[in-house]
């Protein structure tokens, strides 16, 4: 076989069209039909065609190449995002480059600069927990919270706190443990005061900090869950699923059993969220869809632009989105336990 590159002229030859017709195909731009266009792709795969980034970077004066900027790539959840969106790119025509904030704003904005350095023509950035992107010379999507200032699109956090607390308020839980990671996360916020909207007005919530609790007695302390449980909780409502699987496994360690004795449930429905035992309650965020609007926006954003880039400010991608997250109901959530009287108790 030969290894020889075919060139656009060739595939031009086979399918009996112009060059110009094959390249608008593979770049989805022009007036051709869907048709047509399906039928110079499928050749063009069939064929081993690759196009040249370095030519193409010389007719448009752009790289082809987007950044993404995570919040901590260790975070189980931030390669599933990071595949949605590189799949999303690849549609488009697009690479994509990876920075990693390593949990830390200057982090964050080191990731940021390198990226640019290396000439991308866009970023999608994920911003770290209380931080904000500005200005940075290309155009930028932020996947975050809809209460983010300048947010692109995100998962609807607010109304999957809701959610969940609704499913709870149906299972009877009145008094309620919610662990969240830190009271600087815009979207943590967010879950919470949806959670407290679907519980209802006459619930008692119990708001735990892991990062203050960690400060006061050390990383992966102890969170206390089992004296709270032994104070009337029946349910802890953790605001991600690593914090869950934390919840749970302090609580199995305790002797309590799960949701006999009290509830777990997550968000973000990680890939090992239904293997653990049990298996558990959490938000599924629909990652296909908030990477195709993020993409659609910043693909817009950078074709709308000039090919010589003047002095003027770039903004952050206008919002355009909130997508809802689905409940996914499994065996870690369960009726609230009866109150035991205080003369058995005792």
């Not at 355009?320 to 009287?341: E, F, H, N, Y």
């Amino acid at each position: 076989m030969s290894s020889v590159k075919p060139k656009l002229t060739l595939l031009a030859e086979t399918l009996n069209v112009s060059v110009a017709t094959v390249s608008n195909a593979l770049s989805g731009k022009g007036r051709i039909s869907p048709e047509l266009a399906e039928k110079i792709r499928q050749t063009a795969r069939e064929l081993g065609y690759v196009p040249s980034s370095a030519g193409r970077a010389l007719r448009t004066g752009r790289s082809g190449v987007l950044g993404l900027v995570l919040p901590d790539i260790s975070n189980p959840l931030f390669p599933q995002i990071a595949q949605a969106i590189e799949h999303a790119a690849s549609l488009r025509g697009y690479g994509v480059l990876i920075g990693d904030s390593r949990g830390d704003a200057l982090g964050q904005a080191e990731a940021v600069s390198r990226l640019i350095d290396r000439g991308v023509d866009g970023m999608v950035v994920i911003p770290r927990r209380g931080t904000r992107v500005a200005d940075v010379g290309c155009p930028v999507a932020m996947i975050d919270s809809p209460s983010t200032p300048g947010n692109t699109v995100s998962a609807d956090h607010c109304d999957a706190g809701r959610q969940m607390g609704q499913h709870l308020a149906g299972l009877r839980h009145r008094k309620v443990v919610v662990l969240a990671t830190s009271a600087r996360s815009i979207v943590q916020a967010d879950r919470i005061q949806g959670l407290r909207d679907g519980l209802g007005a006459d619930a008692e919530l119990d708001v735990v900090y892991i990062d203050a609790v960690e400060q006061q007695f050390g990383p992966g302390c102890s969170l206390g869950l089992a004296d709270r449980v032994a104070g009337g909780a029946t349910a802890v409502a953790s605001l991600s699923d690593l914090t869950a699987l934390r919840a749970l496994t302090e609580l199995q360690g305790a002797g309590l059993s799960v949701p006999q004795a009290v509830s777990v449930t997550g968000f973000d429905d990680l890939l090992w969220s239904s293997v653990v035992t049990p298996g558990m309650t959490t938000m599924r965020m629909n990652m296909t869809e908030i990477a195709r609007l993020a993409m659609d926006a910043l693909v817009r954003a950078i074709e709308d632009l000039p090919r010589a880039r003047d002095s003027q400010p770039l903004a952050v991608v206008s919002p355009i989105d909130r997508v809802a997250m689905t409940l996914v109901v499994r065996a870690s959530s369960g009726p609230a336990r009866k109150a035991v009287p205080a003369e058995v108790a005792s």
